[in-house]
Protein backbone atom coordinates (compact mmCIF):
# COMPACT_ATOMS: atom_id res chain seq x y z
CA UNK A 1 0.00 0.00 0.00
CA UNK A 2 2.73 2.30 0.88
CA UNK A 3 3.95 1.52 -2.90
CA UNK A 4 0.99 3.35 -4.30
CA UNK A 5 0.89 6.32 -1.85
CA UNK A 6 3.99 6.80 -3.36
CA UNK A 7 3.56 6.80 -7.16
CA UNK A 8 0.02 9.46 -6.29
CA UNK A 9 2.52 11.86 -4.67
CA UNK A 10 2.97 15.35 -5.57
CA UNK A 11 7.18 14.37 -5.80
CA UNK A 12 6.73 12.12 -8.74
CA UNK A 13 5.00 14.30 -10.74
CA UNK A 14 8.30 16.77 -10.84
CA UNK A 15 9.78 13.94 -12.64
CA UNK A 16 7.93 12.60 -15.15
CA UNK A 17 8.90 15.40 -18.08
CA UNK A 18 5.95 13.53 -20.26
CA UNK A 19 3.14 15.58 -18.05
CA UNK A 20 5.45 18.94 -17.94
CA UNK A 21 5.13 18.96 -21.40
CA UNK A 22 1.56 17.89 -21.80
CA UNK A 23 0.81 20.84 -19.26
CA UNK A 24 3.02 23.33 -21.11
CA UNK A 25 0.96 22.50 -24.53
CA UNK A 26 -1.99 22.52 -23.05
CA UNK A 27 -1.25 26.40 -21.72
CA UNK A 28 -0.02 26.91 -25.09
CA UNK A 29 -3.79 25.95 -26.54
CA UNK A 30 -5.63 27.69 -23.90
CA UNK A 31 -3.40 30.83 -24.58
CA UNK A 32 -4.03 30.49 -28.41
CA UNK A 33 -7.57 29.89 -28.17
CA UNK A 34 -8.19 32.82 -26.04
CA UNK A 35 -6.14 35.42 -28.62
CA UNK A 36 -8.52 33.56 -31.72
CA UNK A 37 -11.41 33.84 -29.30
CA UNK A 38 -10.86 37.37 -29.02
CA UNK A 39 -9.99 38.58 -32.53
CA UNK A 40 -10.66 41.85 -33.59
CA UNK A 41 -12.03 40.98 -36.87
CA UNK A 42 -14.11 37.96 -36.09
CA UNK A 43 -13.93 35.19 -38.99
CA UNK A 44 -16.32 34.88 -41.44
CA UNK A 45 -17.40 33.27 -44.15
CA UNK A 46 -15.78 34.95 -47.23
CA UNK A 47 -18.00 36.01 -50.31
CA UNK A 48 -15.58 34.61 -52.95
CA UNK A 49 -12.98 32.06 -52.68
CA UNK A 50 -10.29 34.45 -53.10
CA UNK A 51 -11.60 37.36 -50.55
CA UNK A 52 -9.26 37.01 -47.76
CA UNK A 53 -5.94 36.42 -50.07
CA UNK A 54 -6.46 38.71 -53.62
CA UNK A 55 -8.09 41.61 -53.05
CA UNK A 56 -8.29 42.65 -56.96
CA UNK A 57 -9.33 39.18 -57.98
CA UNK A 58 -12.17 39.25 -55.39
CA UNK A 59 -13.37 42.60 -56.62
CA UNK A 60 -13.32 41.54 -59.95
CA UNK A 61 -15.51 38.15 -59.10
CA UNK A 62 -17.82 40.14 -57.30
CA UNK A 63 -18.23 42.21 -60.54
CA UNK A 64 -18.76 39.07 -62.93
CA UNK A 65 -21.31 38.16 -60.26
CA UNK A 66 -23.44 40.98 -60.70
CA UNK A 67 -22.87 40.84 -64.88
CA UNK A 68 -24.44 36.88 -64.46
CA UNK A 69 -27.58 38.55 -63.35
CA UNK A 70 -28.05 40.84 -66.25
CA UNK A 71 -26.39 39.31 -69.29
CA UNK A 72 -28.91 36.65 -70.43
CA UNK A 73 -27.56 33.09 -71.16
CA UNK A 74 -26.83 32.37 -74.81
CA UNK A 75 -25.82 36.43 -75.65
CA UNK A 76 -21.80 37.51 -75.86
CA UNK A 77 -19.96 39.91 -73.80
CA UNK A 78 -16.46 41.20 -73.45
CA UNK A 79 -14.27 42.52 -70.94
CA UNK A 80 -12.57 45.73 -70.28
CA UNK A 81 -10.15 46.79 -67.18
CA UNK A 82 -7.59 49.86 -66.79
CA UNK A 83 -4.17 47.23 -67.30
CA UNK A 84 -3.97 44.10 -69.73
CA UNK A 85 -2.89 41.74 -66.44
CA UNK A 86 -6.84 42.85 -64.68
CA UNK A 87 -8.23 42.34 -68.44
CA UNK A 88 -6.69 39.01 -68.70
CA UNK A 89 -7.63 37.99 -64.89
CA UNK A 90 -11.12 39.58 -65.45
CA UNK A 91 -11.34 37.30 -68.75
CA UNK A 92 -10.41 34.06 -67.11
CA UNK A 93 -12.54 34.44 -64.57
CA UNK A 94 -15.50 35.58 -66.56
CA UNK A 95 -15.20 32.22 -68.48
CA UNK A 96 -15.62 30.47 -65.26
CA UNK A 97 -18.27 32.55 -63.87
CA UNK A 98 -20.51 33.61 -66.82
CA UNK A 99 -21.27 30.19 -68.00
CA UNK A 100 -23.80 29.74 -70.49
CA UNK A 101 -22.44 33.24 -72.06
CA UNK A 102 -19.83 33.88 -75.31
CA UNK A 103 -16.47 35.07 -74.21
CA UNK A 104 -14.85 37.35 -77.17
CA UNK A 105 -11.98 38.72 -75.43
CA UNK A 106 -10.69 42.21 -76.98
CA UNK A 107 -7.11 41.15 -75.96
CA UNK A 108 -4.88 38.00 -74.72
CA UNK A 109 -2.15 38.51 -72.41
CA UNK A 110 -2.17 42.53 -73.55
CA UNK A 111 -2.00 41.43 -77.21
CA UNK A 112 -5.44 42.76 -78.93
CA UNK A 113 -7.54 40.39 -80.75
CA UNK A 114 -8.62 42.51 -83.58
CA UNK A 115 -11.98 43.56 -84.25
CA UNK A 116 -14.09 40.64 -82.90
CA UNK A 117 -14.35 42.63 -79.79
CA UNK A 118 -16.52 44.25 -81.76
CA UNK A 119 -19.25 41.81 -82.13
CA UNK A 120 -20.06 41.20 -78.24
CA UNK A 121 -23.45 42.28 -76.99
CA UNK A 122 -22.72 42.95 -73.85
CA UNK A 123 -19.44 45.03 -72.31
CA UNK A 124 -18.26 43.99 -68.71
CA UNK A 125 -15.58 46.67 -67.38
CA UNK A 126 -13.88 46.58 -64.20
CA UNK A 127 -13.77 50.15 -62.89
CA UNK A 128 -15.95 51.14 -65.27
CA UNK A 129 -12.84 51.48 -68.16
CA UNK A 130 -13.45 52.88 -71.13
CA UNK A 131 -16.95 53.46 -69.75
CA UNK A 132 -19.67 55.53 -72.45
CA UNK A 133 -21.66 58.31 -70.27
CA UNK A 134 -23.62 57.06 -67.21
CA UNK A 135 -26.79 57.12 -68.73
CA UNK A 136 -25.81 53.84 -71.28
CA UNK A 137 -24.57 51.96 -68.67
CA UNK A 138 -25.52 49.81 -65.36
CA UNK A 139 -23.12 51.25 -62.49
CA UNK A 140 -22.40 48.10 -60.06
CA UNK A 141 -20.57 47.14 -56.88
CA UNK A 142 -16.93 47.54 -58.82
CA UNK A 143 -17.25 48.02 -61.90
CA UNK A 144 -20.30 48.77 -65.00
CA UNK A 145 -21.94 46.90 -67.60
CA UNK A 146 -23.47 47.98 -70.91
CA UNK A 147 -24.59 46.83 -74.00
CA UNK A 148 -23.35 47.67 -77.04
CA UNK A 149 -25.86 47.32 -79.65
CA UNK A 150 -24.44 44.48 -81.71
CA UNK A 151 -26.88 41.34 -83.21
CA UNK A 152 -26.73 37.96 -81.79
CA UNK A 153 -25.26 35.56 -84.06
Not at 105 to 113: A, F, I
Not at 115 to 137: D, H, I, K, L, N
Request: hydrophobic share 40%; glycine share 8%.
Amino acid sequence: MSRRKRSLSLWNFRFRPDLWWLGGVSLLLVAGGLQWALASPPLHIPATPVDQVNVPVSRQWMLLLQAKELIPPGSSYTVTAATPDDEMMLHMLSLGILTGRRAVPRSYYGTPTGPSAATAQFVVSYECAGAPPEGSRHALLHGCLWATGARQD
